[in-house]
């Protein structure tokens, strides 16, 4: 038995298909069983549940053999640290596993993790079911494309990255493994929203963005009409209405956009993906209609920086009038854009900042519907060259214990890196620029403020919007205080923190240090008994 655990990412009510845990599900051999613990569902003791479905199997025909975590940056990090303490506190011998977009970033500090024995970088899916053999003795952990270790000398060992399969290529999706009504929750597309993922990676290269850092300059779609039976099974069996896509770039062109409308069309299904603006702007018109028919309702465009020059020192490959085509094209259409901004250019951070708030103007002006997603630069890993010239891995913690401590958290999430050419007064800037904008335009994803909040706030922040005046908006920020229905929470990250004590107790556990030559101080792959895959 396997137990696959998703650790805890969000609050329960934006909780979601597990789909990553479920994709090393269905890859796994029919003869090797397995379950996913969510710790996104509501009430649930992530620790305890784990420690219960091992205790109970333990001494049967088929005892758990390992927990592998999935684990992204930011507040999945921050749940899964405490969690693998704990279960290698209580089951030392047990194999704690780790994939996900945070250890394919950073192993390093994964693999100076005591409590973490394995991590498969970059895609799982075959990766794991080679370790389960390794795992079972059978194989040598070297020859396992993607898998990183701790030797027995504490060096760390780092597999050649894996070549990865597109969609087509995996098992459809095991939804009959979970309950599918706990994740269908109402969105702004719809009152049973749901999530899919139909392709792996992206071809372009924006030298700040993690997706190309794990997959390469890479893209493997699944065809549209594999996509549309996977959907409409979730439509007929669930009455899903409405989906989210997790794809880094949809579109790959004016004839696959053309190809998922016509086999979108037929599931009456709201939908949001994400896009290139260079992309959509060599759609036809016929093609925008199209799509508009098979129900694209909303589409998010990184849009970054209102200035050539700086999309060209991103990579980016777009242009500020290619931006401000789509505007108009989505608004001639009736799809509502997102444009994401990265604010904090490492050379000029006050110039850029100034330039990219007056194109945003620009834009809302072209298309009023227009949603405004903001990010601060954070560097990330690249294979070759980053934004700005910027050493991403300078400074950054070795331990896991560091990297969930607030200002790392902050770091991962883009809402407050700690960077030197970023002043405090510069985020101010553009948080106090975002206040007044979604004061005076609200967003339609927003569920928590009050009607009435919405158009006091839109009255208030007029003639600011008006003037072109930012700083300091007090009587903004009270209303949004007081309109409030959840109030805003500035250690958000914290109401992930599992709340079980014994996964904050110290590690190593006191007074239970390993000795040379104990179970936990082996190397992962010398396992201090035979393990069982079947």
């Known amino acids: 038995m396997i137990l696959l655990v998703n650790p805890r990412a969000t609050k329960p009510t934006n909780r979601r298909f597990p789909l990553s845990v479920m994709a090393i599900g269905a890859a796994l051999p029919e ?27 333990a001494g049967g025909p088929d005892p758990v053999t390992a927990v592998a975590l999935t684990v992204m940056p930011g507040p999945q990090l921050v749940s899964a640290v405490p969690l693998s303490k704990a279960l290698k506190r209580r089951y030392p011998d047990m194999p704690i596993v780790w994939g996900g977009n945070f250890g394919s970033l950073y192993p390093d500090p994964v693999l100076n993790a005591p409590y973490v024995d394995w991590l498969v970088r970059g895609q799982g899916e075959h990766a794991f079911v080679e370790l389960l053999e390794v795992l079972a003795g059978r194989r040598d952990p070297k020859t396992v494309a993607g898998l990183c270790f701790r030797q027995a ?51 372009y290269g924006c030298n700040f963005c993690g997706v190309i850092s794990v997959f390469g300059r890479r893209e493997k779609v699944e065809t549209p009409a594999r996509a549309a039976e996977h959907l409409a099974y979730l439509v007929r069996e669930h009455g899903m209405d409405s989906v989210h896509f997790y794809d880094n770039n949809f579109f790959l062109n004016d004839q696959h956009a053309r190809a998922i409308a016509e086999a979108f069309k ?15 702007e060599r759609f036809s018109d016929d093609t925008w209609r199209a799509l508009k028919a098979a129900g694209l309702t909303m589409v998010f465009c990184g849009a970054e920086s209102g200035s050539d020059e700086v999309l060209a020192k991103m990579n980016k490959g777009t242009t500020t009038d290619q931006i401000l085509l789509a505007a108009a094209k989505t608004r001639e259409h009736g799809i509502i854009p997102e444009f994401s901004f990265v604010f904090g250019d490492p050379d000029a951070p006050e110039s850029e900042i100034e330039n990219t708030l007056a194109f945003i103007r620009k834009l809302k002006a072209v298309n009023p519907d227009m949603e405004l997603i903001s990010y601060f630069y954070t560097p990330t890993p690249q294979r070759k ?44 800037r553009v948080d106090d620029f975002e206040l007044v904008l979604k004061s005076r335009f609200p967003s339609v994803h927003d569920k928590r403020t009050r009607p009435w909040g919405k158009l006091l706030g839109r009255l208030a922040a007029r003639r600011r919007w008006a003037r072109g005046d930012y700083d300091n908006p007090r009587l903004l920020r009270l209303i949004r205080r007081w309109a409030r229905i959840v109030p805003d929470d500035t250690q958000a990250y914290g109401h992930l923190r599992p709340e079980s004590q014994e996964t904050d107790a110290p590690w190593p556990p006191p007074g239970s240090a390993p000795g040379p030559g104990s179970a936990t101080d082996a190397a992962p792959h010398q396992a201090p008994s035979p393990l069982l895959v079947d």
């Open 266 to 280: 037929p599931l009456g299904i709201r939908w949001w993906c994400e896009a290139r603006v260079d992309a959509l």
């Open 31 to 57: 003869h090797v069983t397995w379950e996913i613990v969510d710790g996104n569902l509501p009430g649930i003791d992530i620790l305890a549940e784990i420690a219960g479905r091992i205790d109970r199997r």
């Open 153 to 203: 000398d504490g060096s760390h060992w780092k597999a050649p990255e894996r070549t990865w399969l597109g969609p087509n290529e995996l098992p459809a999706p095991p939804y009959h493994r979970i309950d599918v009504e706990q994740y269908l929750h109402p969105t702004f597309l719809g009152r049973r929203s749901g999530v899919y993922q139909a392709s792996i990676g992206c071809p």
């Open 385 to 428: 060259g980053t934004y700005g010239d910027v050493d991403a891995l300078a400074g950054t913690p070795e331990t896991l214990e560091e990297w969930i401590e607030p200002r790392w958290v902050a770091w991962m999430t883009h809402e407050d890196p700690d960077l030197p050419w970023m002043a405090r007064r510069l985020k101010a």
